[in-house]
């Protein structure tokens, strides 16, 4: 995995090629949510890049901490003004002369840096002497955040992820100034979080799977199937990691059953590498199969589901998104109808969600769902009948 800056330097400086800075020697990743979605990242020092003095229209740039500390050794022997050749700074960032050019393009593209290379003295200088590599900046509620992040990531407890977060917030935590005073005694008494109960996954199987989607390579599962209560062996093409309310499920092209699959990762075994890579479906599209269910639940037939919340319920669930697709309809009297799409296979979940709701929501369509919600308020009714 790489990440990659687009071309902007200036006309007069001489063409250089773009930025590639390597993450494939993460061997920690860390779990974000960004834009409604989660993903798995590589953590070693994740951090963003912000300068006030330089062009604010741009966002702030994520850098690898160990390139960014290497940009500070070669600014500081730019600084130096002896006009220092790349093999000259290759030598002082102890990386090779085409990595320094990546370096260089970095801070023409990403930090505005006023650089230029000297044809007669064949060497590269800053034509403002006194500019600086900026440093980090930290507002104050930003680093109230990052404390209350810290906070959290105790009582979360000691879920793999959130152990691997802590890692990160540590290593971040050596970026900030010396001296920082903040009272984590009255944040901790403001902010208080409560777990989820989820299924655990293994932090090896999480980089397993998502070195493996990365580079597009086909592992051999060992998995224990909670609906049949056996253990199965197979191979599997890793098209994407997903986390769908804290849990992590590794959607696949399964090759036993000739079809894609979703695995959730804390009943994977074991995973071995097969040696064999693999091409994803040219018509592969993750935010389409993730829609087509609700929650992880999805196969079957395209059904449409419509149901009505009461008055008193219907103030709340005007709040939420239930589905991607879904469309509300105010009735007159204060009622919420909701419509959305999904497929049979998802019934039965959905059927679970609205259960929680008891008299004040009740299905319209489709008629298997209304039978489905009849039979199970039927036998729950039943487990009182005596009381």
């Known amino acids: 995995m790489y990440l990659c800056k687009e071309d902007h330097a200036p006309h007069h400086t001489p063409q250089l090629p773009r930025l590639r800075l390597p993450l494939r020697t993460a061997h920690e990743f860390f779990a974000v949510h960004t834009r409604g979605e989660n993903a798995l990242l590589p953590l070693p020092g994740i951090m963003s890049v912000m300068n006030s003095k330089t062009s604010s229209t741009r966002p702030p740039q994520r850098v690898h901490l160990h390139a960014y500390e290497r940009l500070s050794r070669l600014c500081a022997e730019l600084q130096r003004g002896y006009y220092p050749t790349k093999a000259r700074l290759a030598h002082v960032v102890e990386r090779s002369p085409r990595t320094v050019q990546n370096y260089l ?11 230029a290379f000297d044809p007669v003295k064949h060497g590269w200088y800053f034509t403002d ?52 005073v903040v009272d984590l005694g009255a944040l901790e008494d403001a902010i208080s979080f409560a777990p989820e109960p989820v299924l655990d996954a ?3 199987i999480l980089r397993q799977l998502t070195t493996a989607a990365m580079r597009h390579q086909t592992l051999h599962m060992h998995y224990y199937s909670q609906y049949r209560a056996e253990y ?20 696949c092209y399964d090759h036993y059953r000739k079809a894609v699959r979703d695995f959730h990762a804390g009943r994977i075994l074991r995973l071995s590498e097969t040696g064999r890579t693999f091409t994803p479906p040219a018509d592969w599209d993750p935010q389409a199969y993730l829609r087509r269910g609700f929650g992880m639940f999805r196969g079957g037939q ?56 008891g008299p004040q929501a009740r299905a319209l369509r489709p008629a298997e769902l209304c039978e489905m919600m009849r039979q199970k308020l039927t036998s729950a009714a039943a487990l009182y009948g005596q009381l």
């Open 129 to 180: 002497p006194a500019w600086r590599l900026p440093s980090i900046v930290l507002t104050e509620g930003e680093l109230l955040s990052f404390f209350a992040a810290e906070r959290m990531l105790r009582r979360l407890g000691a879920a793999s992820e959130v152990q691997l977060a802590r890692s990160a917030v540590r290593r971040l935590a050596a970026l900030l100034p010396e001296e920082v």
């Open 232 to 251: 199965t062996e197979r191979d599997v093409d890793v098209l994407i990691l997903h986390n769908a309310l804290g849990e992590w499920y590794a959607i």
């Open 105 to 115: 393009r970095a801070l023409l593209n990403d930090f505005d840096a006023p650089l």
């Open 302 to 357: 395209d059904v449409v589901v419509e149901v009505e919340f009461d008055v008193a319920q219907a103030r709340y669930a005007r709040e939420r998104t239930f589905h991607p697709t879904q469309q509300r309809q105010d009735l007159p009297d204060g009622r919420l109808r909701l419509t959305f799409e999904t497929t049979e296979a998802a019934l039965e979940q959905v059927a679970r969600w609205l259960m929680q709701y």
């Open 202 to 204: 293994s932090p090896e």
